[in-house]
């Protein structure tokens, strides 16, 4: 082996044996610890003391360790270092320990049964109850749900031998009273103790109707030794805690004065422990006479003042108004959130002639946090015409009605925002802000907020508009009696808030008082409907077009011009008598009794379905016997009015014709499908459906023959033929519509019946 390889061979030897556990560097020697455990009890029993805390200090005041005694008052304080100079403390609320406390010097050994005894001490709780007038007696005093103490005649109560360490919970009442605090948790007791509480006696009672539901936000007003105010909550129910004791004549009301009260007012003593007498309520909306608010387009408003939460995603509407637009009403408003640009919702009437000759359009917009969607009706007023007009929303589309049938829809899928004060929004304002006010006058107004009664079934069904709103939605104001400020008499709020109308005058804005300039006025009006009288109410007088003359030819001709006749002020809806043709004017027919409610209704020259389903109307004695040509004409509007209609044909009654009637499409955009079928019996049976129609057309017309044959065309185009025998002969020819929901999409116009051509 060579000299280098040994080398190399010894060397990692050597490395291997310094590696070794052997030869490891020594450390530091352990530390040598020792315990200190012990026991407490109660000095002179046995009884063991739980929670005690101990702690090991060393002599200079630094923390060593501590630990707390168990059931068996036992304790271990492990791991101390030996060598120390160390204090041993125990410690508990109340109590004092002998020895109060253990040395060690130079802990050399674990130290056992380093045993102290405990003495608890005892304490006093003493306070005292008064109100303005002095000391209140009689108040209870509870301690974990027990009475333990009342009140002397000077407030005062005493609690002794409570045990130090321990926390207390005092409860205080009495009845008629208020304590403050009601209910009290003292710190662990270390000592007597004084407490002090503040008494205040309460009225309270409750304000119902006729049938015992409460009434919410009457004014309660308090004469007495202090004078207040509250309103009642939903239940009816009102609570007024006063400053002293004595008698106060408690009054109820509500502005305007649409509730009588029984009784007017009444006295009551505070203190007392009895509640103030409650009161009932009866609403009397008539006014002899009865007045409207009259906006004439100057600044002015009623101001509801803030009313929608900001910034946030608001729920479905409806608000509902009976009004009337002046001459130059068109691009004012009914109501406006605020005075802004962006709206939670603006609803008003937009230019006169913009979709019919001489009539207002509703419109407004609605604003989703980003983008402002604008919404118009088909169908409208004309100038100085009253109507009911609403608008609602179902979280899809926002709908408007006039008189209760559906007149325009938009699609709206929300978010629905109101953009907040910042932004001259969340105020809620009747008849215009500081522009674009209204030029008209306004009777009534109701809103929901959080709901849209009209889902109820459907959101495009007619419906029956109320002449006087019933107390309902969460604003309602009647402007029958003349008052500055105008009740909300809705049940419930906003928000659980009542929100009273301001009438004002805005020339300097919204936000700025302007006492010199004039708020709206109440008026009289004569054209107006008979509010005072809601049975009795009078007809609307809508302006009436002239009939145009029959075509040459018709046996039968309508265009509907004439009178409206809708549900609105009690109205039974009804299509009366046909305008001309050969056969005379013919009285129109249906199932239902002349006194009652009929499916079929006008609306400023359009005949519309007031029934929310299927339903039939007629005339009858046709000559010609089968041989006809049955036409009505559709209008398309670009709110979704007239798009669709339908005709009854050989028509026997109400159980047996047939019918043909068109449908949307796929698509809103795609053409409309056609459905012919018949009932018999009042059995239905479909001849054919889903039939395509042209994507432009104005007439639907059935041609059908004595011997079965049924001809259907769009304008003169041919889209259906069959031949079927059976009522071949029946001599009624009329309307038709289908099925629920078509109170908007669904029109008649210019109805006529003729003879058949000649085949060729």
Known sequence: MSSCLRLTTRLLIALQLLSSPAFAAPGPAA????????????????????GVTVTLRTRAGAFVKAAKTGADGTYSLAGVPAGGAYVLTP??????????????????????K??????????????????GAGGVGGVLVRVYGKVVA????????????????????????????????????TAPLGGDLSLNFAARPRLRGRVTDASGGGLFGINMTFD????????????????????????????????????????????????????AANFTADLDTASAPSYVLEFDGRPKTVDYRTFWRWRVPLPHFFWEFWAMPAGAAGGTYLLSDGYGGNHALLFGFANIGASERGRYQLFGNIWDGSLRTSFRSDEGPAPFEWG??????????????????????????????????????SRLLVGGSDHSNLRGRIAQVRGYEGSNPRAVGSVYAAFRPETVFGVGGNLLSYYFRQAGIVADMSPVGHDGTPHPGHLRGTGRGILRTCAECPPPKFVLDPTAPNFADPANPGQLAAPVDAPPPAPAGALVFDSFSRRNATYALGGRGGLAETEGGEAGLLPWQTDVAAEESQPFGILNGRAVALANGRAVAWVGGLPGGGDLDVRVSRRPMPSGSGHNTGLSFRVQDAHNFFFAHTSEGATPDAPKTLTVGYYVGGERAELATGVGMPAEWTTLRVVTRAAGTISVFADDTPVYAAIW????????????NDAPGLGLTNRWDNFMVLHAPPLV
């Open 31 to 50: 530390q040598q610890t020792y315990a200190i455990t012990g026991r407490i009890k109660r000095a002179g029993t046995p009884n063991s003391i739980a």
């Open 114 to 131: 380093q045993g102290f005894d405990g003495v608890r001490h005892f304490y006093s709780i003493t306070g005292h109850v008064a109100d």
């Open 388 to 425: 009911h007009f609403a608008v609602g929303w179902d979280g899809s589309h926002v709908v408007t009605y006039f008189n209760g049938v559906p007149v325009g829809r938009t699609e709206f899928r929300g978010p629905r925002i109101s953009p907040g004060p910042g932004a001259g929004s």
């Open 224 to 275: 007495g030794p202090q004078a207040g105010a509250t309103t009642t909550g939903r239940d009816g129910s009102y609570s007024f805690l006063a400053g002293a004791r004595g008698t106060y004549t408690v009054t109820p009301s509500k502005e305007q004065g649409f509730y009588v009260f029984t009784p007017g007012s009444q006295q009551v003593t505070a203190g007392d422990g009895s509640l």
């Open 150 to 185: 009342v009140t002397d005649d000077l407030g005062d109560f005493s609690l002794s031998g409570l045990g130090g360490g321990r926390a207390y919970t005092l409860a205080l009442s009495k009845p008629g009273f208020v304590i403050e605090p009601a209910r009290l948790t």
């Open 725 to 736: 025998v059976g009522l071949s002969t029946a001599d009624g020819a009329g309307l038709y």
């Open 91 to 112: 410690s508990l609320a109340g109590h004092t320990f002998s020895p109060p406390t253990r040395s060690y010097t130079n802990l050399s050994a674990s130290q056992s």
